[in-house]
């Protein structure tokens, strides 16, 4: 693990989500740039002493030498933006697949790059996209690739916050202090944070690719460097129509990320308060709720649920569906198998460079007097 | 009242909601400009067949000079909207009071033309923009004004339906086919028929007025002649932004219209599915729901409800308290009484005027490639 | 209409419902056993003064002798339970068809007398078991009646209310007063007033009679009268079980009266928050809910609705049904025309009969040690 | 580990929740009575091969004799009822704290034989009733201690299941084999698997006790040995009255656990299927509703929750949460640090005994003719 010391947050997560389904073990880190606080934290993992290192290039240089029964396997990185390129790059080219946060890396480029380092190399990388580990969003998915709900013809997706209604860079908060913050963010604030997560899961559950967008985005909280608000009129490949709202200026929000998509039949609803529901539309029979652990479901649901309908699962356990369906895939490839489909179904290089694609083009058109931009990536 | 003959939808409501509280009775009617139909729809409402009249031209002739106590107050429109003008400038000019259903009328002008011709006479006009009668929508903007959020920053407001997401107007359906119709409903059908409401709700309730509009306005449904799907960004005079969505093609959707407004210090959310909980999000303590009927509610709420807290009032209780406002308005005035501020609070030509400009604006924007479109009313 | 006078509730309701489908118009009442109180009531309700009466006996023996045309056909009777039985009796002995608040009589004889009466003349009565009046409910009997969910098993019922957990009668509250004085409500507080509706309610969707009761019913609130909690233990004589809770001390609490019945083959569930939705729970298939207005509902839900799907329906249109189904078979009935059965489906004196009886045996249980009494009516 | 291997259900649930935090690592395990199933399940799970067992008295005997450093520390006991009391006992014996599915034993006698061997060992057990592990259902318990409902008036507890609703156990599942066999169960089947949970969850949140029972239990399935229904009137210690419901065979019906405790003040609610609110209800105020992460709660929530509000946590969280305020007791007992208040809060063997009086009291009384039964544990 790079990052993730003492008074992190994502890497706490990440840590609970790889261990989940005994499938990875946590065995060296370099969880800090400050080597005496990347060593407390690892004295407090029980991690051995001799597995902590004072930089992630000392634990790469380190770890590919050590024996092929104890070498890690995976690096995950879960440092702020400006960090992300240059571990992800080192871990690939000495043989390390990859965990990332999202977004991807600090530039639209960087993404690219480490795409094609992905594919040179033949390693996997899993890009944290969470939302896309539900059940029901995978669900979703599928049901809409089924052909259910006929042709797709809107979308709406939205991600309210509210934690940042107030100057909170300006007290001591970690995670508010390099997420608003150029150097270490990127272009976008809200858009990169949470707006990209918005955008994967219409993608995702749609099916379809935005070509056209069309966006207000602002900075509300004044002294703020980067957006907190922002709301884009969409277009996608097949003519169909789509709002996304992002926002962290919702005073009193939690993080109810919501999709909803209509097609000709039919139409699905989606949001994380209720995760372990997806609500179908019809017009001409009765609304059906699927359930996580119902009856009902494909394959892609059921693989990743744990416990019977009616105990719910939450955030951790999708966080440790992308981490389960990742290990699984390397585990097949290792042993010459095949990966089951359900196991390929974890988010990469490819959402990663949709991702910052889509962070350079919703602040542009922010900036923009243009209505419609073209949606390139 | 006008229109509202057999098979009619809308005025049938308003019969209901006219009775429910016992201050307007039904005595005369031109309920078609088929004469037959007009009588025969009389009949069914156990009219004196006297005042049942063949064109509401005959029945404002001739009721204009029967006796002041039996002459009819109020004259109700509930035509398609090309109808709308003219029988209440008519009504007007001849001493009615006049009850319209919305859009207010077929052009911007006409509606601008009604409401001067409301200041020239005294008389009072009630636009049935329905969702501003519910309670709990009332208590919504009272919190507002009251400054509870602090300063408004964001607005989301979304009326989903999904009732014209196949060639409806291609059947006989009535509902669908003069809705579809240029010449019946103007150069707007959905954003005419609820992108209306939604607007209308957003600025009831935010107390806020858009300035600017962005928006994307679509005909999803093939050889449709108006719009039947839209979406807009917001600026509001304040600085504000927001989002307005509104469609008739989110196939299985009801009507489940929903407004949310965030300020500095808090937010709030009401749709018309728990029409009767008004769920107020705060950062810094637990989030609370008022209930039409329960403690903690203004005078706005709580003198337009009916019943005890969990008796739900649902869509015919809203449209009531529009007309008993405007019953309990003009009835103070008759009798040279101070008209209590919970009465004053129906809409009226003010509202129309907004409407049609929205209509205006937002198809305008929707052809348009100028990003920003000035809302000027 | 007698009783509900000014500072009544119920009668406002009544009048409210009555009116609503436009086909009931209250010409005449007796609204106070204080003759000057009636006066005022009958002005304010804009009553012809000659036919508002100082006593119910006076509005009988005078309405009677008016012309067919002219006469009431039906008598309202909304005062507290000690005085339903006279005025009722000589409703129908004169020729009146009666509605009547419940429960329905002071005592289980009393609604036996009724039920003759009603028998002998062939009047109708309608007992204001307003829940079963929603759409939804009547969905949920029909569905329970078509075998869908299989044999039914398990019924529970639920009327959970707070306004009465403090010692509300010991302030001029006039509600609280009446309902818990034994000399006007009768042997029961809670379970007369709110458990016969959750007793009406769980016969009428499950199809089933209880044959069985042990019950605990208590006085919770120090200095009250009459029972104001309780809980019983049900047998139906199908074999079936269930659980009834009734109380008025849960603070807090609204009128969420809920059913819930589960079959071998599946369960429903409806309760009065969302009063528009019937949930659906199968064991091989997604959760349904049906929703008013909405597709795949029977004739018993449809002519009982007015609003389209998503508009609510409330309390008030649930009541309005009650009245509308009442009057459509007394039209029918006086025109020689076929009743439709949907029109039949509303509560009258067997209800009634099942309703005392349950206040008689919930309370004899209560007080009793023998764990099971054996239900009769 | 004892039993858990391949097939099992909850054993997996273990193992999950207790590497969630990073506290206990599983090392031994005797998985199965058929030695060649053990040793699979551990292969599977990447255990050292020395530490998989043939039997849990081998393990327990060869673990006892490991250096301290490596032996295990903990034994976690996941067999069916009847094979809980004989490795429970060895394991304290033998210096093992111990982790105990519930319910706690075979018998009475046992849990109190087990409650006597934990004060005489001072070591410390874990019996997992994993609903007292959710966040708020934590919180639920201290608002009623605080005192902010008053002195509690009622309790309604509810476990409605489906899963039995046909003859499972005539199929090849080995969930329902052993629990509806009297000789693996006990004397209860739906009373002991899912009544248990509730009662607990009764006590737990009102923190009074049990005193007095009258119950329904019943058989519905044919064939069926054991009680799958059931429901109870209860009566509390300081006077209040309560209700227990629990069944498995609600058709349809997933594992919706629910409690209401309403006092004097006012209520709360809390259900499985929305673990992550709690509703508080108030006569005087806006209905409340804490969220796990969100603002104004008790250490006692915020202590047992890793994510920010709105990122559910679900069964495997709250499961977890009895696992490391275990774990986080040991290592504070075992380093002679004070035990924050928080980490004792985990169910014991005074639960277990508690459980297993219900279980007598509750099927003895459905067998008897009695009203009330005096509970006595």
Known sequence: MIGGGKGAFIGAVHRIVAAMDGQIELVAGAFSSDPEKSWASGAELFLDPARVYSSYQ??????????P????????????????????????????????????????????????????????????????????????????????????????????????????????????????????????????????????????????????????????????????DGAALLRFHNGASGVLMATQIAAGAENNVRIRVFGEKGGLEWQQEDANSLVLHWPDKPKEILRTGGPGLSEFASRNTRTP?????????????????????????????????????????????RGMAFIDHIINSGQSDQKWIDFKA
Chains 1, 2, 3, 4 share one sequence.
């Open 69 to 228: 029964d104890k070498k890690i396997d995976i690096v995950c990185i879960v440092t702020p933006n400006h960090v992300h390129y240059e571990p992800a790059a080192l871990a690939l080219t000495n043989g390390f697949h990859v965990v990332l946060e999202k977004p991807a890396t600090f530039t639209l480029e960087e993404a690219k790059k480490l795409d094609e380092l992905v594919k040179e190399t033949g390693l996997q990388l899993l890009l944290c996209h969470t939302y896309t580990g539900y059940p029901m969003v995978k669900e979703a998915r599928q049901l809409v690739k089924s052909g259910a709900l006929g042709a797709i013809r809107k979308v709406y997706v939205e991600y309210p916050q509210g934690w940042l209604s107030t100057f909170l860079e300006g007290t001591d908060n970690k995670q508010a202090s390099w997420r608003t913050d150029p150097g270490q963010s990127g272009k976008a604030g809200a858009m990169g944070d949470i707006g990209t997560h918005a955008f994967n899961l219409a993608e995702y559950v749609s099916g379809l690719e935005v070509t056209q967008i069309c966006a207000d985005t602002r900075t509300v909280v004044p002294g703020r460097l980067l957006d907190d």
């Open 309 to 353: 309908a009616g105990h719910p699962e939450g955030y951790l356990e999708a966080f440790a569906n992308l981490y389960r369906n990742f290990a699984c895939t390397i585990r097949a490839r290792a042993q010459g198998e095949e990966v089951h489909e359900t196991c390929l179904d974890f988010p990469g290089t490819r959402d990663g460079i």
């Open 58 to 67: 000392e634990m790469i240089a380190t770890e590919k030498n050590l024996g």
